[in-house]
């Protein structure tokens, strides 16, 4: 069973404090996604890595994914109000459409 | 841009009731899928179709049936609703951006509650 694990699951923090959240699996992706979901809503694709070590940098928000394509970041400078949701991180094994999806981390940014 | 479309939003049924969830969208994606999201448990993959006239299970398929006579439109019925269906359901159509990444595109959600 691929699994892809997400953590923290839950992170409630003051604005403009950094943090990372952090996807990792046993597993080689092809690709990696990150996702952003608010309540109400179906998630948002923030961005999609590919390359092993490669780091995409989204304003104030950073992605990496690992070397060996097994694991992925997200880092958050000076976060913000409007970072508030739920981070969803999803893999892509052998690029057939179907994805490995994390449990997500809530993340709530207090002002 | 209309992207993906799922009615209804919100919808309460009795148990043992049946309903259809529509799903369609405009971008002409092969691939579409049916997921259902719990607390604390992520998305599970309910159904998926990579074409039209093509549909295959998920990690979740009981109790959920789907077709896929044209390759905008994606329904999910649900045949005798339980409370364990109780969860918010997402319609998503997927593409590849080059190298094979698939990207996927959610609708807003129907939240579904089975009493």
């Known amino acids: 069973t691929q699994l892809l694990e997400q953590s923290p699951q839950f992170l409630s923090i003051q604005e403009g404090e950094n943090l990372t959240v952090y996807c990792n699996s046993s597993?080689?992706?092809?690709?990696l996604q990150w996702y952003r979901q608010e309540p109400g809503e179906g998630p948002v694709l923030l961005v999609t890595v590919v390359t092993g070590g490669e780091v995409k940098k989204l304003k104030r928000l950073t992605f990496q994914f690992g070397d060996a394509r097994k694991d992925s970041s997200l880092h958050i400078t000076a976060a913000q109000p409007g970072d508030t949701g739920l981070y969803l991180c999803a893999g892509d094994v052998d690029s057939n459409y179907q994805l490995i999806w994390g449990a997500g981390t809530k993340l709530i940014i207090k002002p | 841009n209309a992207g993906v479309t799922q009615t209804p939003k919100f919808q309460v049924l009795k148990t043992g009731q049946s309903m259809t969830l529509q799903c369609a969208q405009d971008m002409n994606h092969e691939y579409m899928s049916w997921y259902r999201q719990d607390p604390g448990m992520g998305l599970r993959l309910i159904h998926y179709?990579?074409?039209?006239?093509?549909?295959d299970q998920g990690e979740v398929p009981n109790g959920y049936n789907v077709s896929r006579s044209t390759t905008e439109d994606f329904p999910l019925r649900l045949l005798s609703a339980a409370p364990s269906q109780t969860s918010v359901y997402f319609c998503a159509s997927s593409s590849h951006r080059g190298r094979g990444a698939t990207e996927a595109f959610f609708g807003q959600g129907t939240r579904l509650t089975v009493v």
């Open positions: 597993s080689v992706f092809s690709s």
């Open positions: 179709s990579v074409g039209a006239g093509i549909t």
